[in-house]
Structures are given as structure tokens and as C-alpha cells.
């Protein structure tokens, strides 16, 4: 158990037209800090030689006590008026609430809540999880997409049957030391599901952070991220933690978005330093996103006996343990003729080309994908190679199985369809 600092005294809130204190905004950088400091604290330590020391971090905001109540306690009123109906906010099953932040990573609530409910159905807890082979895991996660979240849950459920008897350790700093636990889904678990004044920083949560509180820097800023979870870390503090974390995420996915937020709506616009200051559209300012790499894959298509070729790819890397039609990665304007030598290579024996069977094109977050399909046979099956964790001769029926990527699934459809299987 983590031993936890005393609760400073809890002020009133401040009630909701209740306007932002012109002195309750303070900055400090690390200089002012260290003189300030108390004459019993540890001096700084020298840089090491050959280093140069450390530049002074930027401003950080230290928002007045009377501030922080004009946000903590009517966003809390406006919660308990306003959330979504969602199934996860119906149970106090650490288990099943630690299932949905996995999942609302990366992924809209709406996509989420099938996937959850099949999921919980499937794996009702940690200890029929653990239970389950990864490839049924991935199977129920098929689809969802950002797979290593499946592998790390499977993982982790692993080590809490192993470790803690099959219930979740219920304070954020047992749960950072399992696998896919960050500094977030600690504190949304060990907050939602077991009432710790845990924080957390999401997308949503910081961008109500900047908008409030007036915080500067572009989003992965050292000192700004450093300033959020400060910022997080004074509000949690008080009745209902778990709650209130929730409306933060719930005010920042409903009323504070990115674009055309909801300010006539806010229920903390008083509070609102970028409302005060007519800077609502400039914080948090557009992280600026890299131009999506291509990746063109040329796909192996071999079908025998009435089943096709299937491969898992190492853990690591796009699509990692995933299964797949045999791929490798080409130029996107290679030949047939280096697509064949590449396919030869990743199986590690010779194939002969058959003919086209399509184009597969899909828009992840960082790369534009191509899967060329094609057909292939060769005088020698292959049964293992160092490019695949395995090989596997597998019917549509058994496939449909197996963990497959969204692209890779509508690849094998295209190939099942074009008739490469008798009967297909």
C-alpha cells in the first residue's frame, strides 16, 4: 500500500457564475522555487561533469485554493445532471472498469460499447482471461484495432491472478507495475473503481486543464505535462474522486471539444481564464501531426487442399502477434518480380506467382497501408521461418478464429470471394 499525504482542508465551492480571482493565477519557474525552498531540504545536486546543466523549466501554474473550488465542485454537479448513460458506469467491477479504459484508448465510446459487452461476456475476469490463448483474446479484440492493448490486458491478468489471487491491486502505484498500466489507467482504475484520489491527464482532461487554467506549451511539452498532472493531482483530492475524474473526461468529450466547444453551456466558464480572455480557440494549440509513411505489403495468397497459409507476425511492430495472409514489405511501385523475391525470402521458400488479386488500401494513424494480394504455389509448403512466430494451414472456418486485422480480414475476403478455394 502506498502511503498517502494528508488532505488539505477543503474549501467551499465557489457557487457557478463565480468569476476567475484576477491574483489566482501565480507562475514559478525552477529558480524561484529553490529559493524559496526550506533550509532543511537536500540541495540541488551538480551536474555531472561534461553536462551541461539543466535550462530553468518555463512558468507553471499554480492556480489559488478559491479557483480550484470554482471548478471541482460544480463540475461535479454538472456530472451527476449530465453523463452518458454508459454501461461501465453501472458496476463496481474493478475488472470491468479497467476493460473499458483499455478499450476507450484511442477509441470512440460508441465503438467501444459492443466490443466491451462481447468482451465481458466472453471473459467475464481476470482469472477466465488468463485462462483463454492469446489468439482467443485477440479474436474477441479483432476489429478494435491498437492490438498491443489485448496482448498487455492479457498479460497483466496473468500476473494478477499470479500475484494478488485475481482481484485487482486497488492503489494507482501496485497497479503502474502491470503490464499496460501508464500513469492514466492507474488513475482512472484505482480512482473509478476503488475511490483512491488517484489522478489522471487524458486528451479531454487536458485540454479543460489548458482552457481553465490558461496552460501553455504544445501537447508532449515536458513542463506542460508536468503541470497538468500537478493540476490534476490538487483537484482530485476531496469526496468522489472516481467521479470527479469522470466528469472532467466527460466535460472535455461533451462540452469543452476541440472544435465549436460548448462555452454558454460550460458549467465552469467562470472559472475559464481562455473564457475570461477570449482564448478558448487557441488552447490547447494543434499538435502538429507528421504526414502519414506509406507501407505497401505484398500479401501471399496460397491456397492447398482447401485451406490457405496463414502467418503471426512477431509481438513487436504493426500488427504484432497478429495473424495474417504471409506479407512483406515492398516499394509501392515495385514489380511483380521483387514482390515474389521478397514473398520467397519471408517464407524461405521459392513461390511462383499466379496472378493479381486485388488491392487492399486502409488509413491507419501513422501510415497510409497497401495490401497487394497476390495468388502464389510453390513445389515446397513452408512449415516455419524466422520471418513468422508460426505457420498455420488454415480452412475460411478456422481463420475466422484467428486474431486478425480489420485489413487483413477484408484481404482474405477479397481472396475468398476472387476463388481460390474450390467451393468458395
Aim: charged fraction near 25%; proline fraction near 8%; hydrophobic fraction near 40%.
Amino acid at each position: 500500500m502506498t502511503s498517502r499525504s494528508p488532505r488539505a482542508p477543503r474549501a467551499k465551492p465557489a457557487p457557478e457564475d463565480a468569476q476567475v480571482p484576477r491574483e489566482g493565477i501565480v507562475t514559478k519557474t525552477r529558480a524561484a522555487a529553490t529559493a524559496a525552498a526550506s533550509s532543511h531540504e537536500a540541495p540541488a545536486r551538480k551536474p555531472r561533469a561534461g553536462r551541461p546543466p539543466s535550462a530553468p523549466l518555463a512558468a507553471t501554474v499554480t492556480p489559488a485554493r478559491a479557483h480550484l473550488a470554482s471548478v471541482r465542485g460544480p463540475l461535479l454537479d454538472w456530472y451527476d445532471r449530465n453523463k452518458r448513460d454508459l454501461p461501465w458506469r453501472r458496476t463496481r467491477d474493478p475488472y470491468a472498469i479497467w476493460l473499458s479504459e483499455v478499450m476507450l484508448q484511442q477509441t470512440q465510446v460508441s465503438t467501444v460499447i459492443p466490443y466491451w459487452e462481447r468482451f465481458l461476456a466472453r471473459f467475464p475476469t481476470a482469472r477466465a482471461l488468463t485462462s483463454a490463448p492469446l489468439d482467443d483474446v485477440l479474436a474477441g479484440w479483432k476489429g478494435l484495432g491498437y492490438y498491443s492493448r489485448a496482448r498487455n490486458l492479457h498479460r497483466a491478468a496473468q500476473e494478477v491472478v499470479a500475484r494478488f489471487g485475481g482481484t485487482l491491486p486497488s492503489t494507482a502505484a501496485e497497479l503502474l507495475e502491470l503490464p499496460g498500466f501508464g500513469r492514466y489507467t492507474a488513475g482512472a482504475v484505482a480512482s473509478i473503481a476503488f475511490g483512491e484520489e488517484a489522478p489522471l491527464v487524458d486528451g479531454n482532461v487536458a485540454r479543460v486543464f489548458s482552457r481553465i487554467f490558461e496552460v501553455e506549451g504544445l501537447p508532449g511539452d515536458r513542463q506542460r505535462e508536468a503541470t497538468l498532472w500537478a493540476l490534476a493531482a490538487a483537484l482530485v483530492k476531496g469526496e468522489r474522486p472516481g467521479d470527479f475524474n469522470q466528469a472532467l473526461m466527460e466535460h472535455g468529450a461533451t462540452t469543452c471539444r476541440p472544435e465549436n466547444p460548448l462555452c454558454l453551456l460550460c458549467p465552469v466558464r467562470g472559472a475559464c481564464v481562455a473564457f475570461r480572455k477570449g482564448r478558448v480557440d487557441e488552447l490547447p494549440p494543434a499538435k502538429v501531426r507528421a504526414t502519414p509513411k506509406k507501407l505497401t505489403l505484398a500479401v501471399a495468397v496460397w491456397p492447398h487442399a482447401g485451406t490457405l497459409l496463414f502467418a503471426r507476425r512477431a509481438d513487436a511492430g504493426l500488427f504484432g502477434g497478429l495473424w495474417e495472409l504471409p506479407a512483406a514489405e515492398i516499394a509501392d511501385d515495385a514489380p511483380d518480380s521483387e514482390a515474389r523475391a521478397r514473398l520467397s525470402a519471408a517464407l524461405g521458400v521459392d513461390v511462383s506467382l499466379e496472378g493479381a488479386l486485388g488491392t487492399v488500401k486502409r488509413q491507419l494513424t501513422h501510415r497510409d497501408l497497401s495490401l497487394r494480394l497476390l495468388r502464389v504455389s510453390g513445389p515446397r509448403r513452408p512449415a516455419s521461418t524466422p520471418a513468422f512466430q508460426e505457420l498455420r494451414w488454415c480452412s475460411p472456418d478456422d481463420a475466422g478464429k484467428l486474431g486478425m486485422s480489420t485489413a487483413m480480414q477484408r484481404a482474405l475476403d477479397i481472396a475468398l470471394g476472387a476463388g481460390v478455394l474450390p467451393g468458395g
